[in-house]
């Protein structure tokens, strides 16, 4: 049995890093992501003029109830869509001019429902270019509060946004969704935020968030269950291979940890206790039909190891994965197809027939680090696999190549 130490979990920390930046006094994170996207968040606070001060395995944050420290600034997001969406929807309850902006990628990325939300809520907030997309400016005066209607049907950061802006509003929010994607990460967000001394109810399709500001807290961040599903997977995919992530177990707040369930239902041997999580190979993989809408973070992973299932596997209701760092779903059937695999298509959905992967081929990145970390299980089986940009892993995982390959080497 191999056991993998799992970096902390991005969504995890980037939240933490909000409430933390929200509350009155001083918060420490432990074993907190450090990446790309969370270094760029911390960035990004300390440009707000929040003190961040980052030592091994623990960051700390003073937190500033009343909004950033500074009346008028510059962020750059680089990638990070949670930077991009959760900044400038802390610094909305503050007062000054903050202005935001983000890499080429993430400026292809939507923002549109969460400009619109906060716009009904009073906040002055302009777009330099495209409507809906960075770079903007936020020129804040504080938000009164109230009710809105929101479509977080293509992204459900968008209502974790406005949910921890909640408790910093004067008189709290109630925000009803029309339609939401990836409802476990708003479980994560309704979690986190009691846990820093939020009060957020739900009724329905209505969450009603009081007034109430945040506590400071000492705050440990569990294993990313994103990262994990890579070696889950390659566990699965590996007859006589075992692998046990401590950390992530029948407590843990991210529902992506879900995707063991999908290897489970594909032959896996999959084991939950209160502590941790451990998929075992039995040497097949079957065929399924799965939808993957709440966890779609997940679905290049199971893309990637698909071919090798013993009928079709076929994803459904993962629209949203078109609007991430790529277009995830059309990425993972251009590299499938370019290692000799049938694969088709449709607006939310992909399948992928049996077959033996083939290279020497090169993966079309899209500089996307899901796309090279899931198409690296596929190499577990498949030589001569490389990627035209290994280095962008960086954004969630920088030390992945190393670990996977020293996993990979583990008999």
Known sequence: MTVIDIPGSKSVTARALFLAAAAEGTTTLLRPLVSDDTEGFAEGLGALGYAVRREPGAWHIEGRP?????????????????????LPTLAAAGHGTFRFDA???????PL?????????????LRHGERDGHHPLAVHAAGVKGGALTLDAGQSSQYLTALLMLGPLTAEGLDITVTDLVS????????????SFGAEVTRDGRTYRVAPTGYRAARYPIEPDASTAGYFFAAAALQPGREVTVPGLGTGALQGDLAFVDVL???????EVTADATTVRSTGTLRGLTVNMRDISDTMPTLAAIAPFADGPVRIEDVANTRVKECDRLDACAENLRRLGITVTTGPDWIEIRPGTPAGPVEIATH???RIVMSFAVTALRTPGITFDDPGCVKKTFPDFHHEFGAFARTP
Not at 103 to 109: F, G, N
Not at 186 to 194: D, F, G, Q
């Open 66 to 86: 009343t909004g950033p420290g500074t009346a008028d600034t510059d962020v750059y997001c680089r990638d990070g869509a949670t930077t991009a969406r959760f």
């Open 103 to 109: 890499s080429a990628q993430m400026r292809r990325r």
């Open 112 to 124: 549109g429902p969460l400009s619109t939300a906060l716009r009904e809520l009073g906040v002055d």
């Open 183 to 194: 409802e476990p990460y708003v479980e994560i967000t309704l979690a986190m935020m009691r």
């Open 264 to 270: 489970r239902r594909m032959g896996a041997e999959v």
């Open 367 to 369: 500089g996307d680090h």
